[in-house]
Protein backbone atom coordinates (compact mmCIF):
# COMPACT_ATOMS: atom_id res chain seq x y z
CA UNK A 1 0.00 0.00 0.00
CA UNK A 2 1.01 3.39 -0.39
CA UNK A 3 -0.64 6.19 1.78
CA UNK A 4 1.04 9.12 0.35
CA UNK A 5 0.78 12.50 -1.87
CA UNK A 6 2.15 14.20 1.23
CA UNK A 7 3.72 12.59 4.23
CA UNK A 8 5.78 14.30 7.41
CA UNK A 9 9.00 13.48 5.28
CA UNK A 10 8.13 14.49 1.99
CA UNK A 11 9.58 17.90 2.71
CA UNK A 12 10.05 20.58 6.04
CA UNK A 13 11.00 22.98 3.50
CA UNK A 14 7.60 22.50 1.72
CA UNK A 15 5.46 22.68 4.72
CA UNK A 16 7.22 25.53 6.22
CA UNK A 17 6.47 27.46 2.86
CA UNK A 18 2.71 26.52 3.08
CA UNK A 19 2.88 27.54 6.70
CA UNK A 20 3.80 31.26 5.53
CA UNK A 21 0.90 31.52 3.41
CA UNK A 22 -1.80 29.46 5.39
CA UNK A 23 -3.02 28.96 8.70
CA UNK A 24 -2.09 26.18 10.73
CA UNK A 25 -5.14 24.52 10.76
CA UNK A 26 -5.34 24.78 6.92
CA UNK A 27 -1.88 22.67 6.59
CA UNK A 28 -2.96 19.97 9.03
CA UNK A 29 -6.59 19.65 6.60
CA UNK A 30 -4.35 19.35 4.07
CA UNK A 31 -2.50 16.39 5.34
CA UNK A 32 -5.21 14.71 7.03
CA UNK A 33 -7.13 14.84 3.53
CA UNK A 34 -3.60 13.78 2.02
CA UNK A 35 -2.88 10.53 4.12
CA UNK A 36 -6.48 9.16 3.19
CA UNK A 37 -5.43 8.79 -0.18
CA UNK A 38 -4.49 5.33 -0.83
CA UNK A 39 -3.10 3.42 -4.08
CA UNK A 40 -3.55 -0.52 -4.18
CA UNK A 41 -0.93 -2.41 -6.93
CA UNK A 42 -2.08 -6.04 -7.38
CA UNK A 43 -0.57 -8.18 -9.98
CA UNK A 44 -2.39 -10.08 -12.18
CA UNK A 45 -1.32 -13.44 -13.25
CA UNK A 46 -2.65 -13.27 -16.98
CA UNK A 47 -3.11 -10.38 -19.97
CA UNK A 48 -6.83 -8.35 -20.07
CA UNK A 49 -7.35 -8.32 -23.76
CA UNK A 50 -9.83 -6.01 -23.84
CA UNK A 51 -11.89 -3.54 -21.64
CA UNK A 52 -15.30 -4.40 -23.81
CA UNK A 53 -17.29 -6.56 -21.57
CA UNK A 54 -19.10 -8.30 -23.85
CA UNK A 55 -16.47 -9.25 -26.39
CA UNK A 56 -15.08 -12.80 -24.96
CA UNK A 57 -16.15 -14.53 -21.25
CA UNK A 58 -12.10 -14.99 -20.31
CA UNK A 59 -12.23 -14.75 -16.68
CA UNK A 60 -8.92 -12.27 -16.72
CA UNK A 61 -10.88 -9.97 -19.04
CA UNK A 62 -13.66 -10.15 -16.42
CA UNK A 63 -11.33 -9.44 -13.61
CA UNK A 64 -10.64 -5.73 -14.75
CA UNK A 65 -13.92 -5.06 -16.27
CA UNK A 66 -16.15 -6.01 -12.81
CA UNK A 67 -13.98 -2.38 -11.66
CA UNK A 68 -15.63 -0.67 -14.37
CA UNK A 69 -19.01 -2.74 -15.10
CA UNK A 70 -21.27 -4.47 -13.28
CA UNK A 71 -23.94 -6.85 -13.50
CA UNK A 72 -27.54 -6.97 -12.33
CA UNK A 73 -26.73 -9.52 -10.08
CA UNK A 74 -23.48 -11.72 -8.84
CA UNK A 75 -22.28 -14.23 -6.81
CA UNK A 76 -20.44 -13.26 -3.38
CA UNK A 77 -17.08 -14.73 -2.11
CA UNK A 78 -18.74 -18.34 -1.61
CA UNK A 79 -20.66 -18.21 -5.09
CA UNK A 80 -24.06 -17.85 -4.04
CA UNK A 81 -26.13 -15.28 -6.12
CA UNK A 82 -26.67 -11.53 -4.53
CA UNK A 83 -28.13 -8.66 -5.99
CA UNK A 84 -26.06 -6.26 -7.14
CA UNK A 85 -27.88 -3.42 -9.73
CA UNK A 86 -31.30 -5.66 -8.85
CA UNK A 87 -33.45 -7.80 -6.74
CA UNK A 88 -35.92 -9.88 -9.04
CA UNK A 89 -38.43 -12.70 -8.70
CA UNK A 90 -40.58 -15.00 -10.70
CA UNK A 91 -43.82 -14.03 -11.21
CA UNK A 92 -44.44 -17.20 -13.36
CA UNK A 93 -42.05 -19.68 -14.58
CA UNK A 94 -41.20 -17.88 -18.20
CA UNK A 95 -40.99 -14.86 -16.47
CA UNK A 96 -38.15 -13.07 -14.34
CA UNK A 97 -39.26 -9.67 -13.32
CA UNK A 98 -35.73 -7.31 -12.25
CA UNK A 99 -35.96 -3.82 -9.89
CA UNK A 100 -33.15 -1.38 -10.67
CA UNK A 101 -31.47 0.44 -7.67
CA UNK A 102 -33.11 3.59 -7.73
CA UNK A 103 -30.13 6.84 -8.23
CA UNK A 104 -27.35 4.31 -9.53
CA UNK A 105 -25.37 6.04 -11.81
CA UNK A 106 -22.86 5.72 -14.66
CA UNK A 107 -19.88 7.32 -14.42
CA UNK A 108 -21.05 9.81 -16.71
CA UNK A 109 -23.12 11.24 -14.08
CA UNK A 110 -26.41 9.51 -15.65
CA UNK A 111 -29.03 7.39 -14.06
CA UNK A 112 -28.71 3.71 -14.57
CA UNK A 113 -32.72 3.03 -16.29
CA UNK A 114 -33.99 -0.35 -18.03
CA UNK A 115 -33.08 1.22 -21.30
CA UNK A 116 -29.67 0.04 -20.43
CA UNK A 117 -30.56 -2.94 -19.29
CA UNK A 118 -32.34 -3.95 -22.21
CA UNK A 119 -29.62 -3.05 -24.78
CA UNK A 120 -26.69 -4.68 -22.37
CA UNK A 121 -28.76 -7.95 -22.83
CA UNK A 122 -29.05 -7.65 -26.40
CA UNK A 123 -25.85 -6.31 -27.07
CA UNK A 124 -23.85 -9.60 -26.53
CA UNK A 125 -25.66 -10.79 -29.65
CA UNK A 126 -24.46 -8.36 -32.17
CA UNK A 127 -20.89 -8.93 -31.74
CA UNK A 128 -18.54 -10.35 -34.74
CA UNK A 129 -15.25 -11.97 -34.23
CA UNK A 130 -15.22 -12.99 -30.95
CA UNK A 131 -13.52 -16.24 -29.82
CA UNK A 132 -16.16 -17.00 -27.38
CA UNK A 133 -18.76 -14.64 -26.34
CA UNK A 134 -21.85 -13.97 -24.34
CA UNK A 135 -24.48 -14.77 -26.49
CA UNK A 136 -24.95 -18.26 -25.16
CA UNK A 137 -25.98 -16.08 -21.60
CA UNK A 138 -28.66 -14.18 -23.28
CA UNK A 139 -29.84 -16.87 -25.48
CA UNK A 140 -32.69 -17.94 -23.52
CA UNK A 141 -34.26 -14.48 -23.19
CA UNK A 142 -36.89 -14.24 -25.96
CA UNK A 143 -38.57 -11.13 -24.80
CA UNK A 144 -38.03 -7.83 -22.88
CA UNK A 145 -40.73 -5.83 -21.46
CA UNK A 146 -39.73 -2.52 -20.05
CA UNK A 147 -42.18 -2.22 -17.23
CA UNK A 148 -41.40 1.69 -16.28
CA UNK A 149 -37.71 3.06 -15.47
CA UNK A 150 -36.37 0.58 -12.82
CA UNK A 151 -38.58 -2.77 -13.84
CA UNK A 152 -37.65 -4.92 -16.46
CA UNK A 153 -39.40 -8.58 -17.52
CA UNK A 154 -37.48 -11.00 -19.31
CA UNK A 155 -39.32 -13.79 -20.92
CA UNK A 156 -38.20 -17.16 -21.93
CA UNK A 157 -39.75 -19.61 -24.06
CA UNK A 158 -39.65 -22.08 -21.97
CA UNK A 159 -38.09 -22.42 -17.79
CA UNK A 160 -35.05 -21.91 -17.56
CA UNK A 161 -33.76 -22.02 -13.99
CA UNK A 162 -30.16 -20.49 -14.94
CA UNK A 163 -31.46 -17.05 -15.73
CA UNK A 164 -29.73 -15.70 -12.07
CA UNK A 165 -26.18 -17.81 -12.93
CA UNK A 166 -26.68 -16.30 -16.35
CA UNK A 167 -26.95 -13.00 -15.89
CA UNK A 168 -24.34 -12.49 -13.10
CA UNK A 169 -21.67 -12.95 -16.27
CA UNK A 170 -23.75 -10.28 -18.42
CA UNK A 171 -22.06 -6.61 -17.45
CA UNK A 172 -24.57 -3.50 -17.96
CA UNK A 173 -22.99 -0.70 -19.65
CA UNK A 174 -24.22 2.78 -20.32
CA UNK A 175 -26.97 2.61 -23.88
CA UNK A 176 -25.53 6.25 -24.69
CA UNK A 177 -22.07 5.46 -24.42
CA UNK A 178 -21.63 2.19 -25.95
CA UNK A 179 -24.49 2.43 -28.62
CA UNK A 180 -22.14 1.65 -31.79
CA UNK A 181 -19.16 1.52 -29.96
CA UNK A 182 -16.61 -1.14 -30.75
CA UNK A 183 -13.99 -2.73 -28.74
CA UNK A 184 -11.17 -0.05 -29.66
CA UNK A 185 -13.79 2.35 -27.95
CA UNK A 186 -14.19 0.52 -24.77
CA UNK A 187 -10.61 0.12 -24.79
CA UNK A 188 -9.42 3.91 -24.98
CA UNK A 189 -11.82 4.35 -22.32
CA UNK A 190 -14.62 6.41 -24.42
CA UNK A 191 -17.49 3.87 -23.96
CA UNK A 192 -15.71 2.31 -20.85
CA UNK A 193 -19.05 4.30 -19.05
CA UNK A 194 -19.89 1.90 -15.79
CA UNK A 195 -21.83 1.98 -12.57
CA UNK A 196 -18.65 0.23 -10.76
CA UNK A 197 -17.15 1.43 -7.86
CA UNK A 198 -14.04 2.52 -10.04
CA UNK A 199 -13.48 4.29 -13.70
CA UNK A 200 -11.30 3.43 -16.17
CA UNK A 201 -8.14 5.93 -16.65
CA UNK A 202 -5.77 3.69 -18.87
CA UNK A 203 -5.85 0.61 -20.72
CA UNK A 204 -2.77 -0.59 -21.34
CA UNK A 205 -2.37 -4.08 -23.32
CA UNK A 206 0.07 -6.40 -21.86
CA UNK A 207 1.03 -3.71 -19.45
CA UNK A 208 -1.61 -2.26 -17.01
CA UNK A 209 -4.88 -1.19 -15.95
CA UNK A 210 -5.15 2.51 -14.34
CA UNK A 211 -8.58 2.93 -12.13
CA UNK A 212 -9.90 5.69 -10.31
CA UNK A 213 -12.29 5.54 -7.40
CA UNK A 214 -15.75 6.08 -8.41
CA UNK A 215 -16.71 8.79 -5.64
CA UNK A 216 -20.34 8.41 -6.55
CA UNK A 217 -20.30 4.46 -6.52
CA UNK A 218 -23.82 3.82 -4.99
CA UNK A 219 -21.99 0.96 -3.00
CA UNK A 220 -20.01 3.84 -0.87
CA UNK A 221 -16.55 4.98 -1.14
CA UNK A 222 -14.07 1.84 -1.54
CA UNK A 223 -10.63 1.95 0.58
CA UNK A 224 -8.70 2.71 -2.70
CA UNK A 225 -8.13 6.20 -4.27
CA UNK A 226 -6.04 4.59 -6.86
CA UNK A 227 -5.91 1.18 -8.29
CA UNK A 228 -3.08 -0.39 -10.51
CA UNK A 229 -3.75 -3.61 -12.26
CA UNK A 230 -0.33 -4.37 -13.75
CA UNK A 231 0.12 -7.43 -16.14
CA UNK A 232 2.40 -10.34 -14.87
CA UNK A 233 2.21 -13.53 -16.20
CA UNK A 234 5.54 -15.00 -15.46
CA UNK A 235 5.38 -16.74 -12.20
CA UNK A 236 8.64 -15.87 -11.16
CA UNK A 237 8.62 -12.50 -11.58
CA UNK A 238 5.37 -12.20 -10.03
CA UNK A 239 6.51 -13.36 -6.88
CA UNK A 240 9.38 -10.74 -6.99
CA UNK A 241 7.51 -7.65 -7.73
CA UNK A 242 6.00 -8.44 -4.35
CA UNK A 243 8.82 -9.09 -2.38
CA UNK A 244 10.26 -5.70 -3.86
CA UNK A 245 7.16 -3.74 -2.77
CA UNK A 246 6.48 -2.84 -6.19
CA UNK A 247 2.99 -4.44 -5.65
CA UNK A 248 0.87 -5.03 -2.50
CA UNK A 249 -1.17 -7.94 -3.65
CA UNK A 250 -0.73 -10.70 -6.19
CA UNK A 251 -3.48 -13.78 -7.46
CA UNK A 252 -2.35 -17.39 -8.41
CA UNK A 253 0.74 -17.61 -6.52
CA UNK A 254 3.51 -20.03 -7.73
CA UNK A 255 3.37 -23.20 -6.47
CA UNK A 256 7.23 -22.54 -5.91
CA UNK A 257 7.13 -20.24 -3.94
CA UNK A 258 3.98 -21.00 -1.27
CA UNK A 259 6.50 -22.18 1.20
CA UNK A 260 8.59 -18.84 1.60
CA UNK A 261 5.92 -16.67 1.42
CA UNK A 262 4.09 -18.43 4.21
CA UNK A 263 6.96 -18.20 6.45
CA UNK A 264 7.61 -14.62 5.78
CA UNK A 265 5.73 -12.31 8.32
CA UNK A 266 5.55 -9.49 5.80
CA UNK A 267 2.88 -11.22 3.99
CA UNK A 268 -0.03 -13.33 4.18
CA UNK A 269 -1.69 -15.75 2.28
CA UNK A 270 -5.62 -16.58 1.16
CA UNK A 271 -6.46 -20.18 -0.35
CA UNK A 272 -9.67 -21.63 -1.51
CA UNK A 273 -10.80 -24.50 -3.89
CA UNK A 274 -11.62 -22.99 -6.91
CA UNK A 275 -15.01 -23.35 -9.01
CA UNK A 276 -12.37 -23.99 -12.14
CA UNK A 277 -11.74 -27.32 -13.52
CA UNK A 278 -8.53 -28.33 -15.36
CA UNK A 279 -9.23 -30.43 -18.22
CA UNK A 280 -8.54 -31.62 -22.35
CA UNK A 281 -10.69 -30.85 -25.06
CA UNK A 282 -10.17 -34.23 -27.11
CA UNK A 283 -11.20 -34.24 -31.12
CA UNK A 284 -13.65 -36.76 -31.25
CA UNK A 285 -15.55 -34.92 -34.24
CA UNK A 286 -13.29 -34.82 -37.34
CA UNK A 287 -11.91 -37.65 -39.41
CA UNK A 288 -8.51 -36.20 -39.80
CA UNK A 289 -7.83 -33.29 -37.07
CA UNK A 290 -4.28 -31.86 -37.80
CA UNK A 291 -1.31 -33.04 -35.35
CA UNK A 292 -2.77 -36.44 -35.27
CA UNK A 293 -0.81 -39.17 -37.02
CA UNK A 294 0.46 -42.69 -36.72
CA UNK A 295 3.88 -43.51 -35.46
CA UNK A 296 5.22 -43.65 -38.70
CA UNK A 297 4.08 -39.90 -39.45
CA UNK A 298 1.75 -41.01 -41.60
CA UNK A 299 -2.06 -39.80 -42.01
CA UNK A 300 -4.19 -42.39 -39.91
CA UNK A 301 -7.56 -43.88 -41.45
CA UNK A 302 -9.93 -42.80 -38.71
CA UNK A 303 -9.71 -40.51 -36.33
CA UNK A 304 -8.89 -42.89 -32.94
CA UNK A 305 -10.28 -40.12 -30.74
CA UNK A 306 -13.74 -40.45 -31.67
CA UNK A 307 -13.60 -44.03 -30.22
CA UNK A 308 -14.74 -43.84 -26.59
CA UNK A 309 -11.99 -46.87 -25.69
CA UNK A 310 -9.68 -44.69 -26.92
CA UNK A 311 -11.09 -41.60 -24.86
CA UNK A 312 -11.57 -43.97 -21.34
CA UNK A 313 -7.77 -45.22 -22.32
CA UNK A 314 -5.84 -41.83 -22.09
CA UNK A 315 -8.14 -40.92 -19.22
CA UNK A 316 -6.91 -44.22 -17.40
CA UNK A 317 -3.09 -43.34 -18.43
CA UNK A 318 -3.01 -40.05 -16.37
CA UNK A 319 -2.13 -40.14 -12.48
CA UNK A 320 -4.36 -37.19 -11.51
CA UNK A 321 -2.91 -37.43 -8.14
CA UNK A 322 0.83 -37.64 -9.03
CA UNK A 323 -0.32 -34.14 -10.75
CA UNK A 324 -1.98 -32.88 -7.98
CA UNK A 325 0.98 -33.30 -5.26
CA UNK A 326 3.98 -32.74 -7.14
CA UNK A 327 3.16 -30.80 -10.22
CA UNK A 328 0.65 -28.93 -8.51
CA UNK A 329 2.35 -29.33 -4.94
CA UNK A 330 -0.75 -29.40 -3.16
CA UNK A 331 -2.79 -26.90 -4.97
CA UNK A 332 -4.97 -29.12 -6.65
CA UNK A 333 -7.65 -31.89 -6.44
CA UNK A 334 -8.02 -34.94 -8.70
CA UNK A 335 -10.88 -34.42 -10.78
CA UNK A 336 -14.06 -36.76 -12.57
CA UNK A 337 -16.80 -34.21 -12.46
CA UNK A 338 -16.45 -31.12 -15.24
CA UNK A 339 -17.48 -29.02 -11.96
CA UNK A 340 -15.58 -28.98 -8.42
CA UNK A 341 -17.31 -30.02 -5.29
CA UNK A 342 -18.72 -26.78 -4.21
CA UNK A 343 -20.69 -26.27 -7.57
CA UNK A 344 -24.62 -26.77 -8.11
CA UNK A 345 -24.58 -30.24 -9.94
CA UNK A 346 -21.42 -31.99 -9.03
CA UNK A 347 -22.06 -35.76 -8.54
CA UNK A 348 -20.16 -37.31 -5.98
CA UNK A 349 -20.20 -40.74 -7.56
CA UNK A 350 -18.56 -39.54 -10.04
CA UNK A 351 -14.93 -40.26 -9.30
CA UNK A 352 -11.65 -39.67 -10.60
CA UNK A 353 -10.32 -41.97 -13.12
CA UNK A 354 -7.93 -44.34 -11.29
CA UNK A 355 -4.81 -44.69 -12.72
CA UNK A 356 -4.46 -47.87 -14.54
CA UNK A 357 -1.19 -48.28 -17.69
CA UNK A 358 -1.70 -51.44 -18.20
CA UNK A 359 -5.61 -51.13 -18.62
CA UNK A 360 -5.45 -48.05 -20.58
CA UNK A 361 -3.15 -50.66 -22.86
CA UNK A 362 -5.82 -53.29 -23.14
CA UNK A 363 -8.90 -50.56 -24.16
CA UNK A 364 -5.86 -48.97 -26.84
CA UNK A 365 -5.47 -52.44 -28.12
CA UNK A 366 -9.12 -53.64 -28.62
CA UNK A 367 -9.82 -49.85 -30.28
CA UNK A 368 -7.55 -51.32 -32.77
CA UNK A 369 -4.71 -49.15 -31.95
CA UNK A 370 -2.24 -51.82 -30.62
CA UNK A 371 1.21 -49.67 -31.32
CA UNK A 372 -0.78 -46.25 -29.92
CA UNK A 373 -0.20 -43.17 -32.69
CA UNK A 374 0.97 -39.80 -31.72
CA UNK A 375 -0.53 -36.47 -30.64
CA UNK A 376 -0.11 -32.90 -29.94
CA UNK A 377 -1.18 -31.54 -26.83
CA UNK A 378 -1.93 -27.63 -27.24
CA UNK A 379 -1.60 -25.68 -24.17
CA UNK A 380 -1.26 -22.19 -23.02
CA UNK A 381 1.91 -21.23 -20.66
CA UNK A 382 0.82 -18.71 -18.38
CA UNK A 383 -2.78 -18.70 -17.86
CA UNK A 384 -3.89 -21.44 -15.25
CA UNK A 385 -1.14 -22.77 -12.50
CA UNK A 386 1.08 -24.59 -13.47
CA UNK A 387 -0.47 -25.08 -17.44
CA UNK A 388 2.29 -26.19 -19.38
CA UNK A 389 4.10 -28.44 -16.64
CA UNK A 390 0.62 -30.19 -16.25
CA UNK A 391 0.15 -30.75 -20.07
CA UNK A 392 4.13 -32.16 -20.34
CA UNK A 393 3.52 -34.09 -17.29
CA UNK A 394 0.06 -35.46 -19.06
CA UNK A 395 2.47 -36.24 -22.62
CA UNK A 396 4.71 -37.91 -20.98
CA UNK A 397 1.98 -40.75 -19.16
CA UNK A 398 0.39 -41.10 -22.26
CA UNK A 399 3.96 -41.67 -24.41
CA UNK A 400 4.31 -44.83 -21.75
CA UNK A 401 0.93 -46.39 -22.99
CA UNK A 402 2.27 -45.84 -26.50
CA UNK A 403 0.77 -43.00 -27.00
CA UNK A 404 3.43 -40.57 -28.74
CA UNK A 405 2.60 -36.73 -27.56
CA UNK A 406 4.18 -33.29 -28.02
CA UNK A 407 3.42 -30.51 -25.95
CA UNK A 408 2.60 -26.84 -28.01
CA UNK A 409 2.61 -24.48 -25.53
CA UNK A 410 1.46 -20.91 -26.18
CA UNK A 411 1.15 -17.68 -24.54
CA UNK A 412 -2.37 -17.11 -23.79
CA UNK A 413 -3.13 -14.22 -26.30
CA UNK A 414 -2.26 -16.66 -29.32
CA UNK A 415 -3.26 -20.24 -27.75
CA UNK A 416 -6.98 -18.92 -27.51
CA UNK A 417 -7.25 -18.49 -30.93
CA UNK A 418 -5.33 -21.23 -32.27
CA UNK A 419 -7.31 -23.32 -29.93
CA UNK A 420 -10.74 -21.59 -31.15
CA UNK A 421 -9.76 -22.52 -34.81
CA UNK A 422 -9.38 -26.08 -33.20
CA UNK A 423 -5.51 -26.43 -34.44
CA UNK A 424 -4.90 -28.89 -31.86
CA UNK A 425 -6.45 -32.46 -31.24
CA UNK A 426 -6.43 -32.14 -27.84
CA UNK A 427 -6.80 -28.78 -26.42
CA UNK A 428 -6.03 -27.97 -22.48
CA UNK A 429 -8.50 -25.35 -20.65
CA UNK A 430 -9.57 -24.49 -17.27
CA UNK A 431 -13.56 -23.82 -16.77
CA UNK A 432 -15.42 -22.43 -13.75
CA UNK A 433 -19.03 -22.04 -13.48
CA UNK A 434 -21.86 -21.61 -11.13
CA UNK A 435 -23.31 -24.95 -11.99
CA UNK A 436 -22.79 -28.70 -14.20
CA UNK A 437 -25.43 -27.73 -16.70
CA UNK A 438 -24.20 -24.35 -17.33
CA UNK A 439 -20.47 -25.99 -18.41
CA UNK A 440 -21.93 -28.66 -20.49
CA UNK A 441 -23.84 -26.26 -21.87
CA UNK A 442 -20.85 -24.16 -23.51
CA UNK A 443 -18.38 -27.38 -23.08
CA UNK A 444 -20.08 -30.05 -24.76
CA UNK A 445 -23.54 -29.57 -26.27
CA UNK A 446 -24.00 -30.46 -29.48
CA UNK A 447 -22.78 -26.69 -30.97
CA UNK A 448 -25.95 -24.45 -31.91
CA UNK A 449 -25.55 -21.09 -32.23
CA UNK A 450 -29.57 -20.25 -32.05
CA UNK A 451 -29.72 -21.67 -28.48
CA UNK A 452 -25.78 -20.81 -27.48
CA UNK A 453 -25.14 -24.26 -27.13
CA UNK A 454 -21.40 -25.50 -27.70
CA UNK A 455 -19.72 -22.00 -27.66
CA UNK A 456 -16.68 -23.59 -26.38
CA UNK A 457 -16.97 -27.48 -27.20
CA UNK A 458 -13.37 -27.06 -28.86
CA UNK A 459 -13.23 -31.15 -29.16
CA UNK A 460 -16.50 -31.12 -31.09
CA UNK A 461 -18.79 -33.78 -28.54
CA UNK A 462 -22.18 -34.20 -29.85
CA UNK A 463 -24.70 -36.52 -27.80
CA UNK A 464 -28.62 -36.28 -28.45
CA UNK A 465 -28.98 -37.90 -24.95
CA UNK A 466 -26.66 -35.68 -23.22
CA UNK A 467 -28.30 -32.70 -24.92
CA UNK A 468 -31.70 -33.71 -23.59
CA UNK A 469 -30.36 -33.91 -20.04
CA UNK A 470 -28.23 -30.44 -20.31
CA UNK A 471 -31.89 -28.84 -21.65
CA UNK A 472 -33.82 -30.77 -19.27
CA UNK A 473 -31.77 -29.45 -16.12
CA UNK A 474 -31.14 -25.92 -16.97
CA UNK A 475 -34.66 -25.66 -17.76
CA UNK A 476 -35.50 -26.57 -14.49
CA UNK A 477 -36.70 -23.95 -11.43
CA UNK A 478 -36.82 -25.98 -8.82
CA UNK A 479 -33.59 -26.40 -7.44
CA UNK A 480 -33.79 -29.23 -6.14
CA UNK A 481 -35.06 -31.03 -9.45
CA UNK A 482 -32.38 -29.13 -10.79
CA UNK A 483 -29.45 -30.43 -8.98
CA UNK A 484 -30.68 -33.99 -9.53
CA UNK A 485 -30.89 -33.14 -13.17
CA UNK A 486 -27.70 -31.74 -13.77
CA UNK A 487 -26.06 -34.14 -11.87
CA UNK A 488 -27.65 -36.78 -14.06
CA UNK A 489 -25.67 -34.80 -16.94
CA UNK A 490 -22.57 -34.95 -15.16
CA UNK A 491 -22.38 -38.45 -14.82
CA UNK A 492 -23.09 -38.92 -18.55
CA UNK A 493 -20.85 -36.51 -19.94
CA UNK A 494 -18.13 -38.66 -17.47
CA UNK A 495 -19.48 -41.96 -18.83
CA UNK A 496 -18.85 -40.24 -23.01
CA UNK A 497 -15.68 -38.94 -22.13
CA UNK A 498 -17.16 -35.65 -23.53
CA UNK A 499 -13.85 -34.07 -22.15
CA UNK A 500 -10.77 -35.01 -19.89
CA UNK A 501 -11.13 -33.68 -16.21
CA UNK A 502 -7.62 -33.55 -14.64
CA UNK A 503 -8.05 -31.48 -11.68
CA UNK A 504 -9.77 -28.75 -9.68
CA UNK A 505 -7.40 -25.55 -8.96
CA UNK A 506 -6.99 -24.51 -5.20
CA UNK A 507 -6.03 -20.85 -5.73
CA UNK A 508 -4.21 -18.46 -3.64
CA UNK A 509 -3.36 -15.22 -3.11
CA UNK A 510 -0.46 -13.48 -1.36
CA UNK A 511 -0.20 -10.03 0.01
CA UNK A 512 1.41 -7.94 2.16
CA UNK A 513 0.81 -8.74 5.89
CA UNK A 514 -1.41 -5.13 6.64
CA UNK A 515 -3.78 -6.31 3.87
CA UNK A 516 -6.72 -8.92 4.43
CA UNK A 517 -8.81 -10.55 1.55
CA UNK A 518 -11.96 -12.79 1.48
CA UNK A 519 -10.77 -15.66 -1.08
CA UNK A 520 -12.84 -16.48 -3.36
CA UNK A 521 -14.33 -19.79 -5.17
CA UNK A 522 -14.95 -18.06 -8.33
CA UNK A 523 -11.12 -17.03 -8.26
CA UNK A 524 -11.59 -13.24 -9.39
CA UNK A 525 -9.63 -10.46 -7.66
CA UNK A 526 -11.40 -7.62 -6.82
CA UNK A 527 -9.92 -4.67 -5.26
CA UNK A 528 -12.41 -3.04 -3.48
CA UNK A 529 -12.23 -6.09 -1.52
CA UNK A 530 -8.73 -6.08 -0.10
CA UNK A 531 -9.01 -4.24 2.95
CA UNK A 532 -6.49 -2.39 5.44
CA UNK A 533 -5.24 -3.93 8.78
CA UNK A 534 -4.66 -2.74 11.90
CA UNK A 535 -1.07 -3.28 12.40
Known sequence: MRFFFFTASAGRATLRGFLGGLGVLAVQLLLAAAAQAAELRI??????????????????????????????LHVDERGRPIPVLATWRTPDPLTWEFTLRKGVRFHDGTELS?????????????????????????????????????????????????????????????????????????????????????????????????LARNDQYWGGKTPWDRVMLTILPSDPVRTAALLSGNIDAIENVPTADLARLSKNPAFRLEQAVSWRTIFLHVDQARDHPPGLRSKSGQPLANNPLKDVRVRHALSQAINRTAIAERVMEGLAMPAGNIVSPSVIGHNPAVKPDAYDAEGAKKLLAEAGYPDGFTVTIGTPNNRYINDEQVAQTVAQMWSRIGVTTRVEALPLSVYFGKARNREFPVALLGWGSLAADMSLRSLAATPNPDKGYGAWNWGGHSSAKLDTLVERSLGTVDPAMRETAAREAAALAATEVAVIPLHYQIVTWAMKSQLSYAARVDEFTFAWQFKPRNP
Do not use: C, W
Not at 46 to 60: E, G, Y
Not at 172 to 192: C, E, N, T
Open 114 to 210: TEDVAFSLERPLTMTGSPGGFATYVKPIVAKEIVDRYTIRLKTATPHGAMPQDLAEVMIVSKKAAQGAASPDFDSGSAAIGTGPYRLTRFARGSRIE
Open 43 to 72: GLSADVTTMDPHFIAAQPNLTAQHHVFEPL
